[in-house]
């Protein structure tokens, strides 16, 4: 027969209240008394009512969330802080892969209030947002990353402004042929479009005229897909002064096909990236990127998330991180 | 007043058996009527009753995946085939980070029930297995990485003979001064111990005496860890012949540090690592490492987890997944 709250109490030598305190985590239970209560839970495999687990207002405590693809460093790094910070505030983080897939994300936010989720954080890559119905139907929401609306509680890096520093940063010195690598041909991104607008606004600044041919499409970002893109790439054009990748994995890429071609980093060309990934300051040479703070990112999120939950009718709240350009091996002044 | 099963159902124009379909997800319903059904929860702003979730057998749907990091490239690959896997086969993946802390390890164990988790995926790091119970009480667990234990489902790959078989590699054309990379002095890992253990059987059989001046101590397995303990190193220690660094990550970070110092890999020194993760392929130069199959992890994994949920009582299995020895431009022979 299946154990009850009160066998549990009883082995333990608690008051019934005390084990559902245990199992709801939401009142603070001393550490002997836990344990007691834990130890005798484990003995008599007992398995909370639904309805004990103290979903208060509705709430289950746990969140979710979506990521396009979890398995490449970037999204493993906001990943991990977003799970760190959660976690610290009592919350569990369900995971969610989109596969770039625009119905999985507008899928993911119409199921929310249904697969009882308190929360949604969510790194839209397709997303028409337009699409998401806003006021109170909407399960609480903040988006991450580029997206193009301001009806949703939202946290980003004002990406227009880094790519353009960026692409002056790369100018420097005179260097007119600079090319960006990451624009995209059969998936729509708001990261891609808009780092794009940013490079291009550069060159205006400088006086550079746009030439199409600077500006090479991969649309996987991932290490494979810019080696293979950029391999074709010089097969048919000259390689250019520097080289802006969407990313610091196409970067990773970049370098790779560079080496193996005999071309020199940064003697024959530059090179830099975007994100910061751990791996990007290891690189042979180190990657220039732009970086922010994921850890604030990831707090941030959080604090908008809790504060969209308490208030759905809140007006929506737009916030910006700083960003850092950093300048390492990879486009050092020769 | 909040929305009830029957708002929504005369809302979509269906039955309240229908509405509990689409909530539970149990019972297959057509495209249009769920569409119709997902509408009207949006509408209404309904949020399900908890027991309406068709917790058939005291099932949530959702089990855990505990890793000591997840923002690690591996881990991430893991992970990411993992939810993959998991949401293919019905199941909400729950992400637990353990920060290498054992007292978590055991926490999430003890927990996973009263959690409503309905299983537990478990990379343990310095897990005492002792510590948990078997039998009835234990939920349904499945391990993977390097455990030394017999009592718990597990899926891993042979390391002993992945890194007996590197170090053989390493060494062949006579090379005699290999080192490893990445045993630990202030935490245990049954993973750094295993492959330590190949690493010197692999001496062993080459009739080559251990000298401890080689094995190299890292206790944090990211790039930034080993660039750090090799730089040390290499101020008062010749370079070795060959390193075999325990992770992809630790190799990146000595490819990098060794880049700094001037010393060409692989005509000056040979490095490998272990893991296959998708940035050791394009990292200058390109990294000899052990692959296996990720997704076919991620597949055993999860038959295993079902397997032990349909059935607590059966003995434990231990599967052992093929490995492949990729020999890439860091370890050319020359």
Not at 14 to 41: F, H, M
Request: aromatic letters at 4%; glycine letters at 8%.
């Amino acid at each position: 027969m299946r154990s009850t709250v009160k066998d549990v109490a009883a082995r333990a030598g608690v008051s019934p209240k005390t084990v559902s305190n245990v199992v709801n985590g939401l009142v603070p239970v001393s550490e002997s008394t836990r344990a007691k209560v834990e130890a005798a839970i484990a003995e008599l495999d007992y398995i909370p009512n639904l309805s004990a687990r103290g979903l208060r207002n509705g709430r289950s405590g746990v969140i979710a969330l979506a990521l396009p693809d979890l398995g490449t460093p970037y999204s493993a790094e906001v990943a991990h802080q977003i799970v760190e910070v959660a976690h610290e505030q009592g919350w569990s983080v369900q995971l969610e892969e989109t596969g770039h897939d625009p119905h999985r994300e507008l899928d993911l936010v119409s199921k929310a209030r249904a697969n009882l989720i308190d929360g949604l954080i969510l790194n839209p890559i397709a997303l028409d947002v337009s699409a998401i119905r806003t006021g109170g139907n909407l399960p609480p929401v903040v988006m991450i990353g580029e997206v193009e609306q301001h009806q949703v509680d939202h946290v980003g890096v004002d990406n227009f402004s880094a790519a353009r520093d960026m692409t002056l940063a790369l100018a420097a010195g005179g260097r007119r042929r600079i090319a960006i690598l990451g624009t995209t041909e059969n998936r729509r991104t708001a990261t891609a479009n808009i780092r794009t607008m940013g490079y291009r606004q550069a060159l205006d600044d400088l006086g550079i005229d746009h030439d199409p041919h600077l500006e090479i499409a991969c649309d996987e970002w991932i290490p494979g897909g810019s080696a293979r893109a950029l391999g074709n790439y010089l097969r048919e054009n000259q390689l250019p002064e520097a080289i802006f990748c969407f990313t610091d994995s196409l970067a990773i890429g970049a370098l790779s096909v560079l080496h193996l071609e005999g071309h020199r980093v940064p003697q024959d060309v530059l090179i830099a990236g975007f994100d910061d990934i751990d791996h990007g300051q290891f690189a042979v040479p180190a990657l220039t990127t732009i970086s922010f703070d994921k850890r604030a990112l990831a707090e941030e999120v959080m604090r908008l998330l809790r504060g969209r939950m308490a208030d759905r009718k809140r007006e929506p709240v737009q916030l910006t991180l700083p960003y850092q350009l950093i300048s390492r091996a990879s486009s050092a002044a020769h």
